[in-house]
């Protein structure tokens, strides 16, 4: 299976500043399509998860552009222009290359 | 509007089987995948299985492969994930999640049922 790793587990932030986010991936995620299959989702406190970005860089329906992914192969990254309270919760990054997916450990992110 | 609606919270002795349902609605049921994502106490995302919308094809997790069956009544737009032989690690928020694809063989989750607490004990 494809190993995911997170850094850093734990990220407190100031609402109106950046927040970045790296993935790694044991394995590269690039596809022979051109499409990197690395999925990120945000799971809010007391909520199921919602999909933030498909194929490493797309913003899904009604995500805000304060949001962007990047990256190709084995690494990526996460980024939050401005941080807004609304934005706290863990962070997953997810593959999606493999038939066995897999998720990274998670990056809790939460306000100073 | 799009909507993943999951069965209530069960409790269950280790051994025995559970059944969750996912009853969906607001879209073309045979269009999409299900799949199926579980949450232990204070862990993190884990993936079970996909199952299609459209044919039935299933795509398990090797971690519960044998123990779990994933199928669908495309009548009543409902999936359904059966996972036999509990054990108490199988203690978890289970999920269903719309599965939606952009390119061939690639689908992402992009609506989540509320998730189905399984409280697997003696």
């Known amino acids: 299976d494809i190993v995911m790793t997170q850094s850093p587990r734990s990220l407190p932030v100031t609402p109106g500043e950046p927040a970045s986010i790296t993935c790694r991936s044991s394995?590269?995620?690039?596809?022979?399509?051109?499409?990197?299959?690395l999925d990120w989702y945000l799971q809010k406190p007391g909520q199921s998860p919602q999909l933030l970005i498909y194929?490493?860089?797309n913003r899904a329906s009604g995500v805000p552009d304060r949001f962007s992914g990047s990256g190709s192969g084995t690494d990526f990254t996460l980024k939050i222009s401005k941080v807004e309270a609304e934005d706290v919760g863990v962070y997953y990054c997810?593959?999606?290359?493999?038939?066995?997916?897999?998720f990274g450990p998670g990056t809790k992110v939460d306000i100073k | 509007q799009v909507q993943l609606v999951q069965s209530g919270a069960q409790v269950k002795k280790p051994g025995a089987s559970v059944r969750i349902s996912c009853r969906t609605s607001?879209?073309?049921?045979?269009?999409?995948?299900i799949g199926w994502v579980r949450q232990a106490p204070g862990q993190g995302l884990e993936w079970i299985g996909w199952?299609?919308?459209?044919?039935?094809?299933?795509r398990y997790a090797q971690k519960v492969q044998g123990r779990v069956t994933l199928t669908t009544d495309t009548s009543t737009t409902t999936a359904y994930m059966d996972l036999r032989s509990l054990r108490s690690d199988d203690t978890a928020v289970y999920y269903c999640?719309?599965?939606?694809?952009?390119?061939?063989?690639?689908?992402?989750?992009?609506?989540w049922g509320r998730g189905t607490t399984v409280t697997v004990s003696s």
């Open positions: 394995q590269s995620l690039l596809h022979s399509n051109g499409y990197n299959y």
């Open positions: 997810m593959q999606a290359l493999q038939p066995q997916l897999t």
């Open positions: 199952i299609s919308g459209y044919n039935g094809n299933t």
């Open positions: 607001g879209y073309t049921f045979t269009s999409y995948e």
């Open positions: 194929l490493g860089s």
């Open positions: 999640a719309r599965g939606t694809t952009v390119t061939r063989g690639y689908y992402y989750m992009d609506v």
